[in-house]
DNA sequence: GATGAATGAGATTTCATTCAT
DNA sequence: AATGAATGAAATCTCATTCAT
């Protein structure tokens, strides 16, 4: 008996954990790869075993979640609802997911969100983004959004407003209780769907 | 005779102009102080001369640029324009910063926003996220403005929005010439005044 | 197997032999960590995962070195000799030292003596003169010593006409053969007990 | 007129007296050519007008006082006194000479002593030795002196014991009023004397 | 004489990564 | 799988010295 599924893939679940609290705690650069395996309570040279390079543990780190992410958001595209209550949809699922681990907030919107390098990220923030996209132009075609904006960019735009908020509480600046999160998505959509409205 | 204007503006201006090309160029932590130097056309050393740190440098190009343009936002906060015109006038000018020097943006933008704890840096952004915030409550208070918007959370969701804009430029994922800034400013402003508005 | 008794005692012990050789022959401030480590025959860096800096590799040297020392001159002081042959006894360990190990001798007197401020090192110096002044007390004690010399001070006098002859062996001005060293107790120690003696 | 002798040789003395200062502060290699400057009050460009490098200025310090030094070892040397009093006197002048400067008693002790570089240095150091010496080898000739000893040997003892003394007031570790200075002449001059004695 | 900007060799230290055990 | 000693490339920073003004 090697132990239960916990055990299983403990080690290599205890260092990605490790790396976000890490991560957030200190930063990318500002972490090193010691400080991880210290955090995970176990040699550095094991975390050469499961990754093969400390840049690879946070492109898992922000493939691993962020691909959940997405997948939400495309249940959200997929499905029958008027595009004002999608850019809802998706707007709750951003702030509302990510409040349940701050650091990891922190991390993708520190560490990973503006790293030109890492291209699978690229492409599936890109990927987030053009979503947002459809759903609006979806929203041009019902005859409820504004014809005259450009998708592209007003999907940027409500995406930025969003990250923002995040930025705000990671960053400790804005109020982050319950209260404030359920405010904060009522401010975001009543902004971004009256903006957008004909 | 000391030559033309460059030499008149000196070699800490060379330093930091450089800087400022090499972090847009491979960012902070991918550019040596040699290669800052190199591109000044001075020996490294005198790097040191001027700034304590390499750490130095970065926080000097944010607070020697941010500091103008906090200055011009002030400007505006000042003026008799009503709400809608003051946030106009202030996404303009932080759109326009990007044909005016990409380079300058793109460190601001990757480099400076996920920089550790430059202290002055998070002083001087809050002051700029507190004059949108200002403004927005002068719109409520002359009704232009929904009174029920929390003005504080809306401020973060519009500067977020103008920064994204400014990302999606530097990462080469917007469009970024003449028209399509003029185009941006338009949609920011629309988006941001309209969901703003009563 | 992990091969002869110098692999048995280990890359550290390697490093801070190297330590002393280099020391002696080019002087703390004209070596560099990279000759230790070459000296050694180990990376450089490797003198990092022992010691936190060049500098405490000097304090090791000194304290594991002198620390020794202390022991038997501790051992002397409890013995139930008479106080002459206390001192006899302590100078013989001393001037000893320079047979036994030149370059550790040559880098305590070069360069530990000269070291901005380890603390380590004042403390146990003053213990070791603290050591000769009881013996001096003890001998006043006795009747055999002159009780009307200050015992501090004629400590000071003693441990120094010590060290000064270390000295002249080191910087190659005194003869330093075998017979010579022995010549060397008897001088001082025929010089110091006479000094004191009633 | 450019002034009176203070003003002619102005800044040479003020960048010497500094040096001084500075070294006895932070020790020779702690020292930066910099803080001498900052010390004198002149540019630290203008040391190099009057030293060709930091190591000449230590060793102009050297010459400059100790020759000073050696003139009145020769001058006790010369005279008609009975060895003994010719130790005293050496002593008292060793003793009191360098209590008017502690500073440069603590350059001359930590930095210059022990370097074995400077080649003016040594000779003059191995030539006050050899005075000391002389003076034993005459105490012998008189009777006065038990010729079993080596007078070689016993001058560099009766030295360090001067030189140790001289150490422990920089240290701050042997009290240095006026009283203890003069006890501390009688202190060294019994035990040499009687321990030289026949 | 005097200044201090400019130079650049050189040194310490860091830390991701490897690998023998 | 797991450890942590060992490696060594690379980078920042220091500071004595030079030199144009």
Request: net charge negative; charged share 25%; no cysteine.
């Amino acid at each position: 008996m090697t132990g239960g599924s916990v055990a299983q893939e403990g080690k290599r679940k205890q260092l990605l954990d490790a790396a976000v609290r890490v991560f957030a705690r200190s930063g990318y650069h500002g972490s090193r790869v010691g400080d991880i395996a210290a955090e995970a309570g176990v040699a550095h040279g094991l975390l050469y075993h499961y990754f093969s390079s400390k840049d690879e543990v946070l492109e898992t780190i922000f493939r691993e979640n962020f691909g959940e992410l997405l997948e939400r958001f495309r249940g959200v595209e997929a499905s029958e609802l008027p595009a004002a209550e999608k850019l809802e949809a998706i707007a709750k699922i951003l702030l509302r997911t990510w409040r349940n681990d701050p650091d990891l907030v922190t991390v993708m919107v520190r560490d990973v969100a503006r790293s030109p390098q890492l291209q699978a990220q690229v492409d599936e923030v890109r990927e987030a983004f053009a979503i947002v996209e459809r759903v609006i132009v979806q929203g041009q075609a019902e005859g409820a959004f504004r014809a005259d904006l450009d998708a592209r960019l007003a999907s940027w735009v409500v995406y930025g407003g969003l990250e923002e908020v995040l930025t705000g509480w990671v960053l400790g600046q804005l109020p982050a209780g319950e209260d404030e999160v359920a405010r904060a998505e009522r401010t975001v959509v009543e902004l971004a769907v009256r903006g957008l409205s004909v």
